[in-house]
Structure formats: C-alpha cells, structure tokens
C-alpha cells in the first residue's frame, strides 16, 4: 500500500521528490542506452515492467487482517539493476495515482523512494552478495524479492514517521506504530513474492539463458550448473 | 518440478492461514493504508488535513476493482505473450 495523496505535509513530501528524482533521470539515461545497445532486451524489459504491474494490483490479505499488496520490483531489480527499476516503477505508481486514487501525485516521490529506489537495491544488494556467497540461485532470488519487498515497507513507515512523530515517543514511536500495519501485515506477502520471482527466474532461465549472460546477472557456468540441477 | 512444488506449497499455507484469520478473527480485511491513515489521525489528535486531494477517484468499489482488474490483465498478457513466444521458438528451431 502506498502513502495515501495529500497524506505527506511539507517540507516531506518535496524532500523525496528531492531524493527520487535524480535516481529517475539516471535510470531513464541507463535505460535509453541499454535499449539503443540491445534491442533483444526490449521484450525481457516489458515482462519485467508487466510483472510490477501485476503484482502491485493484488490486494493480498494478511495474518494481520489487513491488506496490502506486493511490489513485483525485484524482478526487474535483478535482471537491470535498480535504476532502471526505479523508472519502471514510477510508470507503475503514476497509472495507480492517476487512474485508481491509490497512492497519489504529491507523495509520488516517497513512494517512488521506498517502492522504486529502496526496494530494488535491498534486492540487488542481497541478489549481488548471495551470489557471491555461491548460495543456491533459487533461494538467493527468493531472499532478494522478499527482503526488497519488506524493505519497501519498512522505508514506508519511516517516511510517514519522519512526517508524523509520536508526543511522547517522537519518530521512532510513530515508527512503531506505522510498522506495525505496514511491515508486519508486509511478511506473508513479500514471501509470497520472493516465491514466485524464484519461479519467474526459472522460466526465463528456460526460455531465453543467453538474455541473463548478456545482462550481467548469471554466468555461462552458472547457467549450465542450474540446467543440470532442474532437468 | 521441486521448485514449482515449493512454491505452491508457500501459496497453500498463505491461503490456510488467511482461512484460520478470517475464520477465527473478527478481522475486516480493509487497506493497510486506510489503516495507516487512523494512526495519523490519532498522532495529530484528528487535526490533520490531507494537502492534496486525488485528481479523480474511481466512482466506486465495482470500478475500482475493474481498473485493478485491467492492470492485472494488462500485465498478465504481457508475460503470457512474450513467455508463450519463446517457448514455442524454442521448439520450433
């Protein structure tokens, strides 16, 4: 669940804007020369955008009760790094903002922040090391997607503490109380979402290894070593 | 075949869960996010007004759940298409 429109006063909601937007200027740079360099990418690009897309309409509900939904950003954080993430999911929370009054246009940059930027490098942080830890690819994109998607919730509370403190308690008393809707009812859901990022790996794995050579994130040996694992 | 086994073990125990909670509970199953926006109002004491209002708001739940439903269907084709496409390549050459 994104921060509601109007529900960031200032000066927050500008200071993420602040924060975002150079992130957004680099990623559509980055991914204007991936594209011009690899034309053949452009279909693994869409299914990657499409996935964030779907994900983030699914209202899952929670053991708490209450609902959310994934964010679908560490497919995409893996496969083209997290700038390129961050403008993919900016397209995602604009049509939500715009055409579905969830989320909305002045706390776009938070959520921009917490779903497009945090998320994505928690994930491809832990995709990067997990790797070169030689943990099992599956369980390494599992632990990535999931600890992207709770990290984005984790960051959600913040923001809204840093603009909402506690009295008593302050920030980190707000912080509580925000963490407790938002990154606790996140658990289950972003487990799910490391599941099933795992199981869209396998199929790309399957349909198009060579993609993953050429960008970066599977080695020719590690290919040929999961290949030999699943068949 | 493990993973995938793997994987829809994880969706059962979620949907078992959610079955005991809402069996078990008097839980609502409203937006973490309508939530969110009680907590603000108890730590501003009820003063706070949203500084902005959405541009256009779906007129109503059925509405919402079909534009919901689009963005779903939208990328779900999307995946299909390109996973269906390579796949039948694959076999074909």
Partial sequence: MHIMEGFLPGPWWQIWFALSIPVIVYGIYKLNRLVKENREILPLLAVAGAFIFVLSALKLPSVTGSCSHPTGTGLAAILFGPAITAVLGTIVLLYQALFLAHGGLTTLGANVFSMGIVGPVVAYTIYKVGMKMNLNFYLVVFLAATLGDWATYVVTSLELALAFPADPGGVMGSFKAFATIFAVTQVPLAIIEGAITALIFKYIIQVRSDMLTRLNVLSDAAISKIKGAIS | ?93
């Avoid at chain 2, 086994?5 to 609502?28: C, K, P, Q, R, W």
């Avoid at chain 2, 269907?73 to 496409?85: E, H, K, Q, T």
């Fill in chain 2, 1 to 93: 075949m493990r993973l995938e086994i793997i994987v829809v073990a994880i969706i059962l125990i979620f949907a078992g869960l959610f079955l005991y909670v809402s069996g078990n509970t008097d839980a609502e199953f409203g937006g973490a996010d309508g939530e969110a926006e009680g907590v603000i109002e108890e730590l501003t004491g009820g003063t706070y007004e949203p500084i902005a209002d959405p541009l256009w708001e779906p007129p109503s739940g059925e509405i919402e759940s079909l534009l919901f439903g689009l963005q779903i269907a939208l990328g779900a084709i999307i995946i299909g298409y390109f996973f269906g496409y390579y796949m039948g390549r694959n076999q074909s050459g």
